[in-house]
């Protein structure tokens, strides 16, 4: 034995047996890799390795419990870090990192870094590797579920007659059959319903001009779409094209395993204060994300209008011919435009200028 | 929204003896325990900040070691009596159950996605393990918690959970019923819906009343055993007055909204060319809904959870020990506007801070009173509960022991 271990340091502590709540005074040790608990009648030798010693922490009672329903306790807990610090007893890095501000704020900055770049790009990414896994049928009977509370709701059976419909399916097609290799491999239905845009108190309910993508496959487009467009076929191409890149790149889903994994991350750290909170990342990053999904659908409506020989600029026609349905209220209320965080679409504006870039190169 | 109660921790426990009379009184003596807090924020903060990184950057693996490490700081920093409370649960355990049981909410959520009756199903099997997991959540943590070395216990049985959830299960299956009618005869499935919400709002206080008696009267510490003393009545006063001050709250709120910006929003919606909502009318309207929101969270909340925290533990006793809370909604108020505006102005980071500062409030609003010294406390039989997926199950469907 060497004089350090002769002598190791001791400090006064209360021993309880895990039977009764009587509190001991003892002696605590530590020689080599053992703890000595000695006091009035006690003399216990506990392994170090196999007790659960309590972490370092300005505030708080220090407790060490061993394996038999034993612990020791001290109520001085600068004097507990002393002494374990004086017999070698170490700490982990996380807990030197938890009593250190620089560390801390560190982890701060890291923090933001990481969800910055998770949303960026670790949740897009983790969305993908899901969706590879999940089979296409659960898309579909999303897509059902979904087409199913919306008929009789805000699709109301179609008026447009069956020969135009299917025009619109046999030229769709045939743009489809000229793009590029893979790009026209993905599974999609059109289907068309009525959802008369009526004014007043039925508004809210109809859809009025409108296409969507839905899981699946589901491309659905109103009669007011088709009557909107009368006359002008290639832009109704670039708005299928623009639906049909929602369901080549599976959108739909993405967005709900998407708005999923960012519920998980934000509950994870601030779900026990608030859920409504913990909701608001997710509602804003949805957003966010929807509109990245728009930019992407409309850049393969350019492609697909591209293959069809046709100029991307087209697609301005369908922006002016909306834009010309609207109340002209709505011009100024664009200026006044708080909306952009919750918008799911990006400004008309800034997709006109992507259609008319698109068509200058 | 549950508040930040980390975990109004269970202290049925007695503790050494403050003020104690001298040995040879007539009459029992009493020892009162006082409950102190010496948590920090800033020093919580550091723990949380840390924690939370690890947690996210092993996507979640680590939570349930960030989980342990919150509840030792939490309870280690819990005197009653002058000793300190202990949580001894063994983050690998927890980390097998958390992963069974977020596998099961993950097959739970996509099920209502992918059909509604694939829903239902998952809706009922969740429904009918509920109250297991509730009580095995609670044999858990007390069993993990520990004061003056010995271990608390839950003595609840199973059936008494499942009957404690009864109440739950009515209107449950009412709305099943209507769920069925409703493929038949959509109209009468409709009135079906609606008489089982009635039930429902009815049954609340009487659920409720039922949940907090199987937990009181079940918590145990060496011969000691807590009895929630009290019936289902206080429940829906109480019931009735946080209804009352949450249409104070909403009317008031709603017509200080009015003025400031609701007449604002009226003319642009209504002003327009009669057409669809500007974005701005809309971005208006919901600053007025977020407001009437924030003030039944804000109001009503802190009302509801003191009055409950007081009716709860102060009818919390048995022959031996006694508990009593007198926590007042005022300071309670004070404290959630404040935790809630600085949340919102620190984007979050304050939320450490929050914690603290309301486990301090809660918990210092809490007594026990014993009549037999702490010291002759005795733990009759080792009983260990590791059956950790009802902890994490107690996590993800938002039950905690607190209140």
């Known amino acids: ?361 | 929204m549950d508040d930040t109660i980390p975990m109004p921790l269970e202290p049925r426990a007695p503790a050494p003896t403050p003020v104690s009379r001298p040995f040879d009184a007539a009459e029992p003596m009493h020892h009162t325990l006082p409950i102190e807090f010496s948590g920090s924020g800033s020093e919580y903060f550091r723990i949380w900040v840390v924690n939370l990184l690890l947690t996210l950057v092993t996507l979640g693996l680590y939570y349930p070691w960030a989980k342990v490490r919150r509840l030792r700081y939490f309870y280690g920093n819990t005197t009653v009596g002058g000793h300190p409370l202990d949580f001894h649960g063994d983050p690998k355990r927890m980390l097998r159950g958390f992963l069974l049981v977020g596998a099961m909410v993950l097959l739970y959520s996509v099920a209502g996605k992918v059909s509604p009756l694939a829903g239902l199903i998952a809706f009922v099997i969740v429904a009918a393990i509920w109250p297991a997991l509730l009580r095995a959540s609670l044999q858990f943590r007390l069993a993990n918690t520990s004061w003056r070395g010995l271990r608390f216990r839950f003595c609840g049985d199973l059936p008494g959970a499942y009957r404690a959830m009864l109440p739950l299960f009515i209107p449950g299956a009412i709305s099943l019923l209507g769920v069925l009618v409703e493929q038949g005869a959509p109209r009468l499935g409709g009135g079906v819906a609606s008489l089982a919400g009635l039930v429902a709002l009815a049954l609340f206080p009487l659920f409720f009343w039922m949940l907090k008696k199987y937990q009181h009267d079940h918590y145990a510490l060496g011969q000691l055993q807590t009895e929630l003393r009290t019936g289902p009545g206080p429940f829906y006063l109480l019931a009735l007055k946080t209804a009352g001050v949450a249409i104070a709250a909403a009317l008031l709120v709603g017509a200080v909204a009015a003025v400031v910006g609701g007449l604002g929003a009226m003319a642009l919606v209504f002003g327009g060319a009669g057409g669809r909502a500007s974005p701005a009318a809309i971005v208006a309207m919901v600053l007025l809904f977020l407001m009437v929101y924030a003030a039944v969270i804000l109001v009503v909340y802190p009302y509801l959870s003191a009055r409950l925290q007081n009716l709860v533990w102060g009818r919390t006793r048995s022959r031996l020990v006694q508990f009593d809370s007198t926590l007042g909604f005022w300071p309670l108020l004070r404290l959630t506007l404040k935790n809630w505006l600085l949340v919102l102005l620190t984007l979050g980071l304050y939320l450490p801070f929050a914690r603290v500062a309301t486990a301090r409030l809660r918990l210092e609003a809490i007594s026990v009173q014993m009549l037999l010294s702490p010291d002759e406390l005795v733990s009759t039989l080792r009983e260990r509960a590791d059956d950790a997926s009802g902890d994490a199950a107690g996590d993800l469907f938002g039950f905690d022991i607190g209140l």
Do not use: C, K
């Open chain 1, 1 to 361: 034995m060497t004089a350090a271990e002769a002598d190791p340091p001791a400090l006064a502590a209360d021993y309880f047996d895990g039977v009764s709540a009587r509190a001991r005074r003892v002696e605590l040790r530590v020689v080599g890799s053992v703890l000595q608990v000695d006091g009035d009648g006690i003399a216990l030798r506990w392994p170090l390795a196999e007790l659960r010693w309590p972490e370092r922490s300005r505030h708080g009672a220090r407790v060490a419990h061993a394996s038999d329903g034993g612990a020791v306790q001290a109520l001085d807990a600068q004097a507990w870090d002393r002494w374990a610090r004086a017999s070698g007893i170490g700490e982990s890095a996380i807990v030197r990192a938890q009593q250190n501000w620089r560390s801390a704020l560190v982890a701060v900055a890291l923090l933001v870094v990481l969800a910055a770049a998770g949303y960026r790009w670790g949740v897009p990414w983790l969305a993908r590797a899901t969706l590879a896994a999940l089979p296409a049928s659960v898309d579909r009977t999303i897509g059902e579920t979904v087409l199913g509370s919306l008929e009789g709701q805000l699709l109301l059976p179609s008026t447009v007659d069956v020969a135009r419909q299917q025009q619109v399916r046999t030229a769709f097609a045939q743009a489809l059959a000229r793009t590029e290799p893979g790009f026209a491999r993905s599974r999609h239905a059109l289907r068309f319903y009525a959802s008369p845009d009526r004014r007043g108190a039925d508004a809210q309910r109809r859809l009025g001009p409108n296409a969507f993508a839905l899981p699946g496959g589901t491309i659905v487009v109103t009669d007011e779409m088709l009557t909107l467009l009368q006359g002008r076929d290639d832009v109704l191409i670039g708005v299928l094209g623009h639906e049909y890149g929602h369901v080549r790149r599976r959108h739909g889903m993405r967005l709900l395993v998407q708005a999923a994994l960012i519920g998980t991350a934000t509950s994870i750290a601030w779900g026990d204060f608030s859920s409504v909170l913990a909701a608001a990342p997710v509602l804003l990053g949805q957003s966010a994300y929807s509109r990245d999904f728009e930019r992407e659908a409309d850049d393969d409506a350019i492609a697909l209008l591209r293959a069809d020989g046709l100029s991307p600029s087209v697609m301005t026609e369908l922006f002016e011919r909306l834009a010309a349905r609207r109340p002209a209220a709505g011009d100024g209320a664009d200026a006044f435009d708080l909306g952009i965080a919750l918008a799911s679409h990006p400004a008309d504006a800034e997709r006109v200028r992507r259609f008319r870039d698109a068509a200058a190169r």
